[in-house]
Structures are given as C-alpha cells and as structure tokens.
C-alpha cells in the first residue's frame, strides 16, 4: 500500500507526497486549514466565495479563461473544493505537466487580483448556486441539522453564506480573509500519483518566499447536550420529506473514532446495513437512506439521514430513531460485526485506488490534524474494533442524550416528532 512522505519548507509549509509506482498521471493539489468555521457574521460565505475568485485572475493569467485555457491545454482536471475547517485546490494531470499544474495553483493563490467588477459578476453566480442548494433537499437538510447541532455559531452556519453577506462583500473583505489565513503554517501542498523529481526545490521556488505569521486559531464550538429530543423543522411544500436524525458524537482525534466509525457501519454502511434493510427493504419508506458519522477537529454528530414519503414520515422517524436506540441497549452480534468492520476497511482501501483519493485523504489528516497517515495503522485499527467497543460508545453517545431531529417538508410543528422521538 502507498505511503506518504512529509516535508517542510523553512517558512513552515509542508509537502506532503503519496507516490504510486503504477501512476502516469499527478494529482496536484493545495489544501488549506482555512474555512468557513473561520469567518465571522459579517463575513460568512467569504471562504467559499473567495474559492470563486481564485479562478477569475492573475497579474500573469488575466483572466478566467488565461487560467482555464493552460489547464485544458496540458488535458488537466481542475477544482476546488471549500469545508467548514479546509478548503482544496487541486489540478489532475499528466505526470509531464506537473510543474505547469502547481504553478498554475500558487498564481492563483498568491496572485489573485480580486478585480472589483469580476466580484460584482460573480455575486449572481454565488447567489444562484445558492438558491439551487437551498431547492435541493437532499443536500440542504445537511445545513438545517447542523444549525440544529451548532446554532448561531461558525459550524452551524451554512459555508455558502447569506445573501446580504455576498451582496456586501467588497475587495478588502476577501483581502482580509486571505491575508490573515492563508499562510505557510496552515498550507499543505500534495502531490500523488508519479511524483517527479525536485518537488522540494520546485516548491522552494513557488513558496519560500511566502513570509510565515502567526494566524490564532479559531473560537472553539460550543456544544449542549440535552437529556430530550430537539427538533427542527423547515417548511417547505414539497412531495417527500427529508430527515435528518442523531447525536452529539466524538471530535476527530478521539481514541474511540475506530469504534464510532464501525458504529455508523452497523448503522448505515452499505445496502445490508441495519438502516437500509430497515427503511427501504422491509417498510418501503425511502428511497435512500444512510448513516454516517462526521466530525470536526473538536465536535461530533452520528447520524440517519433519509428521503421518506411524507405520508408515512413518523412511521420513518419513529423506525430510524429505533434503529439509533436499539444498538445503545444490544449488543452487536459477531458476524454483523465482521461485515460492518470488513465493510469499513474495503472502503477505506478503495478511496486510495486513485491518486486523487490517496493525496486527499492524506491531505485532510495533514491539515486538520497534522498528523500524517499510515494507512496500514488505520486498517489495523478497525480491525481491533470488538462488539465491547462498540457497545460502550454506542451507549455514551446515543444513550445519555436526546435524538436531534432536522426535518425539511410540508409541516409547521415540531411537537408532533418530538413524542416521536422520546
């Protein structure tokens, strides 16, 4: 299996490489711990909108298209990508155009103009992704949970922002932004696939001069645990409803985060896990469902979300919230576990098949934890996982506190899903 190699320049950013013997192709890539949990009221939708403008212009690539034309000339794969705690940059090619690629990233990283008649441009087009996230359930009953989990804080707001904010937003706001964190200590540069020779000295050349600074941190979330089902519901006349239900769960670094990701296997992992035999196979109630667990560098939440019939969502409510309550209070049998475990690790192996998978992976890890990964470490982990483990966190994160329960549909009362979920 790949492994990864980390290196830093003297300013403090570092180069991480997961070299793949097989690869003729590189994926490239710049990843920062910068994000939307870095902004403030003022400024939320900044760090995704400032993603937008890394694209339109360089003092050396005038515009959009200068920058676009030199990927499609080389046949890359060009994106960006921005999270609540990262946002990435990246550029798939062939192993040849490396050095096109990542010079390519740092202009636009470094040299971006910002132009103000380009921002007024692209308002409308942050706005119409906007209304398009909000028009679509699926992706936006992620955004209602977690207003429900966080509130007004940085990780409850949504990372595409608020209308007003986009409308307001000027040069100086998006210099501000990237002036205070896009440094040397929260950048990562990757690079996977057919590395190449003289990475370091060819990073040297693009990013040595980049002066370090201190950046703080930004204000840690505050979490409430409650001992009663909260709810949230958002009205929206539609044919299906959307749900989304779970707990607080654990941060990132947390040494159970191996037994907490069986846990969601059990749960929702794949086409035999408990939630879809349940939901879908044996009731009918949805379409698609799943549970995952997601974490943050320092909150948690385990959750069920679905697409249910609106006629028949409390019997929905009430069966995924019995799925969450039943493995607090049973144990998990072997065989059940095995599979979930299996599945677990089968998937992890193939998110490293690709070049982009593998230096994405081992980017997050690099960025939010600053920890680089071995993957054979994590497969061991899982493998370590026993029904006792699993049990114990199943009972500390489901048992001790109330099911959060976001819904978006045709409906008005919360109080109807709160009995729902007691």
Known sequence: MSTYNLERLDNGLRILTAPMDSAQSVTCAIMLAAGSRYE????????????HMFFKGTDRRPTARDISMEIDAIGGE????????YTGYYVKCAAESRDIALDVLVDMLRNSKFDPDE????????IEEMNMYYDTPR????????DLLYGDQPLGWDIIGHKETIRNAKRDTFNGYVDHWYRPSRMVIGVGGKVGDDLHDRAQELLGDMPAAETGQPEPVKVELHDR????????????????????SYPLEHPDRYALQVLSMVLGGGMSSRLFTEVRERRGLAYYVYGLNHSYTDAGSLYAQAGVDINRIDDAVSTVAGELQKIATEPVPTDELEKAKSFAKGRFVLQLETSQGLIMFGLRREVLESRTPDPEEILEAIGKVTAEDVSRVAQDVIAKQGLNLAVIGPFDDPARFEKLLA
Do not use: L, M, W
Not at 229 to 248: E, L, M, R
């Open 139 to 146: 992706d936006f009953i992620g955004g209602v949970y977690e």
């Open 40 to 51: 403030t009221p003022d400024t939320n939708g900044i760090a995704h909108f400032a993603e």
């Open 78 to 85: 060009f994106n960006a990508f921005t999270g609540k705690e």
């Open 229 to 248: 089902p909260h709810v949230k519901v958002h009205t929206k006349a539609s044919d299906q409803a959307h749900i989304c239900i779970g707990v607080h």
């Open 119 to 126: 921002i007024e441009r692209e308002k409308g087009v942050i």
